[in-house]
C-alpha cells in the first residue's frame, strides 16, 4: 500500500438519520467527533486540555450538488450545472489531475455533446482525427501479417463528425476545467469523503429546497491548525469516482458481471517503426496474438496488446500485477504479433500500463433518487472499442440537465428516475457488445484449416462495422418512458424518437446562412421544438399551421406552461418546406419568436437541402420534441398538439 492509499485507508460511513437538527448544529458536531476520533487521533487538539476542539475543526456548507471524483464523468456533469448556474461543488483525491495516459478516444456522438457546450472546437484543434481502420491478419505462407482490407472508420454519414478524435484524458479533463474555471468552479484536492448520510425525514424527501444528503469531507493536504474537515449538506451527491467508486462501496451497491481471463497491456509511445498504416487505427490478428494501434495526438501512438492469461498476473492473489512486467516486455510480445513489421526501442514511454477485462454493471445507479453514481463508477468494460469515457461522459450528460430542471422546479422528482432507466440499459447493451467484440479480438483468426476454429478475417472486419454504430455512439436509442413517447413515427420516419437528432444542413430563411441543424441545439437546458410547417402553399396546410399557433396562445398548452416563459424552458425553430417556403415574416409569431429562429429546407451554394426528405416529414408537416440532451423526445402532427401536453404532463410540474 503506497502512500496515497494509506492517506486513504480511513473507514466508511454510511447510514441514514431521521433527527431534524439544523445544519451546522450539535449533530454535526457529534459526527466530525465521532469521525476525528475513529481516524486521525492527532486532529486540532486545545493547548490548554488537550481536548480535541471540534468547534475550530467544523466548516459546513449547502450546495445544489455535489460531485465525488473529477475524472471526465464528473467533469461533464460539473460543467454542464455551472453553465446553468447550478451551485455546484466537485472534490477529487488526486493532488492533482492525470498528466498522460489512461482514456484517450472521443466518438461520433461524444464530439457532438461537446460541440452543444462549445466545446468542441478546442477538442479537434489538439486531437488526432482516426479517419480509417486498417485490417491486418497472418498470412497463410510466411506467418507474418498482411493488410487485408483497409475502410473508413466511422461509416455513419448523419454525423458532422465521421470519425475519432484521439487526445489524452489530462488535456480532455483541461478543457472541462477551463470552461469550469470561466464559471466560477474549481476541483477541490485532494479531498476524500469519510462519511455519507440521506435523511430518511418525509418533508425532506418533498422539499424541494431541502438538502437532505450529508458527506463529510476530509483535506488531506491540511497544514497544523488547518481545518481539514467539512460537512457539506446537498441536494443531490453524485459519484463520478472510478471504478473502484467509495460511493458505490459505502452505499452497497454490488456490481454485477464477471472478470474474463482476458489481459492486455497499453504502451503509449511516438514510435520508430516501418508499420505502414501507423497513423491509421489498425486492428491486427496474428499467430502469435492481437493487437490494436491508436495514433494519438502529434507523433505518438498508442498500442493495445494481448497478453497470455496468466501473464502479468500475480500468482499469490490472482491480480494483476504490473511489478512483473514493464513497457519493454511488453513491446516485445507486440514485436512478435506485427512481424515481419518491425518497432524499435522508443527514446521513452509516456505511459504504460497492464489490465484484465471486467465486464460489469451496477445494480441500480442511485439510492432514495438523492445520490447517484456515473461512469466507470457504473459499468466496466474493455477500453478496445473506445467506449469508456465516451460512456462515463454521456452518463453525466444525460443525468445533469434532469437534475437542473427538478433543483429550477420545472421537473417532477419522477424525472430522476429515467437517469437509471436510460444509462444502465445502454451499459447492459455495451457489456453484451464488449463481450462479443472482447472474444472476438481476443480470439484466433481463422486461416486455410476451418477444424482451428474462430472467425475468418471477412467476418471480424463485417462485425466491426456492423458494431459501429454502436460503438460510434450514433446508433444508441433510449426505450420507452416518461421521456419518449413512440407515437406518430411515421410523420417523421428519418427522426427515430430515442435517437439522436441527425445532423442536417438547412438555410436561414431572413438571411440565407447555412448551418447545421445541430449547432442550433445547444445543450442549454431548454427542449427545443422543431416545427415543420409543410407545404405553406396548401391552403388547408396553413389552415393547420395557424390554427395551431391560435390554439397555443389561446391555451394552456405545453409552450404556454401555467406562469412559465416560453423562451426560458423551450426554443422553439420553425423549418419551412421548400416546396411551400414564404417570408417568414408571414409565419404567426409564435413560430417566429426572433428572426433567426426560421429556416428553410433549401440549398445553399454549397450545402444543405433535402431536410423534408431525409428526415420523411411530408406536406402535412410535423413538430418535433429534442430533449435538452439532444435526443428526440416525442413528435405529433398539428392536429394532435395535445399529445405533446400529455407528453409533458409526465415529467413537468
Not at 460511513?13 to 476525528?36: E, G, M, P, Y
Not at 459546513?60 to 446553468?84: E, F, W
Not at 422553439?572 to 426572433?594: A, D, F
Amino acid at each position: 500500500m503506497d502512500a496515497m492509499d494509506k492517506r486513504i485507508s480511513c473507514r466508511r460511513i454510511a447510514f441514514f438519520w431521521q433527527d431534524d437538527t439544523t445544519k451546522n448544529s450539535a449533530s454535526d458536531r457529534q459526527l466530525i467527533r465521532s469521525l476525528v476520533l475513529g481516524v486521525r487521533h492527532e486532529t486540532t487538539r486545545d493547548g490548554q486540555n488537550g481536548l480535541l476542539d471540534v468547534n475550530r475543526t467544523i466548516q459546513t456548507s449547502d450546495v445544489d450538488v455535489l460531485i465525488i471524483g473529477a475524472g471526465p464523468a464528473g467533469l461533464m456533469a460539473c460543467n454542464a450545472l455551472a453553465r446553468a448556474g447550478i451551485t455546484v461543488r466537485i472534490v477529487d483525491k488526486r493532488p492533482v489531475k492525470v498528466a498522460a495516459g489512461q482514456a484517450d478516444g472521443i466518438q461520433p456522438r461524444t464530439i457532438e455533446v461537446l460541440q452543444s457546450y462549445g466545446l468542441a472546437e478546442r477538442l479537434l484543434a489538439e486531437a488526432n482525427q482516426m479517419h480509417q481502420v486498417a485490417f491486418y491478419n497472418p498470412n497463410p505462407e510466411t506467418g507474418g501479417i498482411e493488410l487485408t482490407d483497409r475502410t473508413p472508420d466511422v461509416q455513419d454519414d448523419s454525423t458532422p463528425y465521421p470519425f475519432e478524435a484521439t487526445l489524452h484524458q489530462g488535456a480532455i479533463e483541461d478543457i472541462f476545467l477551463d470552461s469550469m474555471k470561466s464559471h466560477g468552479v474549481e476541483v477541490s484536492r485532494p479531498v476524500i469523503p469519510m462519511s455519507i448520510q440521506i435523511s430518511q425525514i418525509e418533508k425532506d424527501s418533498q422539499d424541494p429546497d431541502a438538502h437532505p444528503v450529508r458527506v463529510v469531507l476530509k483535506r488531506l493536504d491540511a497544514l497544523d491548525g488547518q481545518t481539514e474537515m467539512e460537512i457539506v449538506h446537498a441536494k443531490y451527491v453524485v459519484g463520478a469516482d472510478g471504478a473502484h467508486s467509495w460511493v458505490r462501496k459505502t452505499l452497497g451497491i454490488a456490481m454485477e458481471g464477471e472478470q474474463t481471463d482476458y489481459v492486455w497491456g497499453v504502451v503509449d509511445m511516438i514510435p520508430d517503426t516501418d508499420f505502414p498504416d501507423i497513423r491509421n487505427k489498425s486492428a491486427i490478428h496474428s499467430n502469435h496474438g492481437s493487437c490494436m494501434l491508436i495514433p494519438r495526438e502529434g507523433n505518438k501512438v498508442r498500442l493495445y496488446i494481448q497478453l497470455g492469461s496468466r501473464e502479468g498476473i500475480d500468482a499469490t492473489n490472482g491480480r494483476i500485477g504490473k511489478e512483473q512486467m514493464g513497457p519493454e516486455k511488453l513491446l516485445n510480445v507486440a514485436r512478435k504479433s506485427m512481424a515481419p513489421y518491425t518497432i524499435r526501442q522508443p527514446k521513452t514511454i509516456d505511459w504504460w500500463t497492464i489490465y484484465r477485462i471486467g465486464q460489469r454493471v451496477a445494480a441500480r445507479y442511485s439510492v432514495d433518487d438523492r445520490v447517484f453514481i456515473a461512469g466507470d463508477a457504473c459499468h466496466t468494460h474493455s477500453p478496445k472499442a473506445g467506449q469508456g469515457m465516451n460512456a462515463s461522459m454521456n452518463d453525466t450528460h444525460n443525468l445533469a440537465w434532469k437534475l437542473i430542471h427538478v433543483i429550477r422546479g420545472w421537473g417532477n422528482t419522477s424525472l430522476l428516475k429515467t437517469y437509471e432507466l436510460e444509462r444502465r440499459k445502454y451499459a447492459q447493451d455495451l457489456i453484451s457488445f464488449d463481450k462479443q467484440f472482447a472474444k472476438m479480438f481476443s480470439g484466433k483468426i481463422r486461416t486455410v484449416d476451418d477444424s482451428l476454429g474462430g472467425i475468418s478475417a471477412q467476418e471480424f472486419t463485417n462485425a466491426f462495422h456492423t458494431f459501429g454504430g454502436f460503438t460510434s455512439g450514433i446508433g444508441i436509442r433510449y426505450q420507452e418512458s416518461s421521456l419518449v413517447h413512440g407515437r406518430h413515427q411515421e410523420i417523421a420516419p428519418g427522426l427515430i424518437i430515442g435517437k439522436r437528432l441527425p445532423a442536417q444542413r438547412l438555410m436561414r430563411a431572413a438571411d440565407g446562412r447555412p448551418f447545421e441543424l445541430q449547432n442550433l441545439l445547444p445543450a442549454d437546458t431548454r427542449f427545443k421544438v422543431l416545427i415543420f410547417t409543410g407545404n405553406l402553399h396548401i391552403t388547408n396546410q396553413r389552415a393547420n399551421v395557424t390554427k395551431f399557433a391560435a390554439d397555443i396562445d389561446a391555451n394552456h398548452h405545453f409552450l404556454k406552461p401555467s406562469g412559465g416563459n416560453i423562451s426560458t424552458m423551450f426554443h422553439v425553430l420553425t423549418i419551412t418546406s421548400r416546396q411551400g417556403s414564404v417570408h417568414y415574416t408571414e409565419l404567426p409569431e409564435l413560430l417566429r419568436p426572433h428572426w433567426s429562429s426560421v429556416f428553410v429546407d433549401k440549398q445553399s451554394r454549397t450545402h444543405g437541402g433535402d431536410v423534408y426528405m431525409n428526415y420523411g416529414v411530408g406536406p402535412a408537416g410535423a413538430i418535433v420534441v429534442v430533449r435538452p440532451d439532444g435526443y428526440i423526445g416525442s413528435m405529433a402532427p398539428f392536429e394532435r398538439v395535445a399529445d405533446l401536453d400529455v407528453y409533458f404532463d409526465g415529467f413537468m410540474r
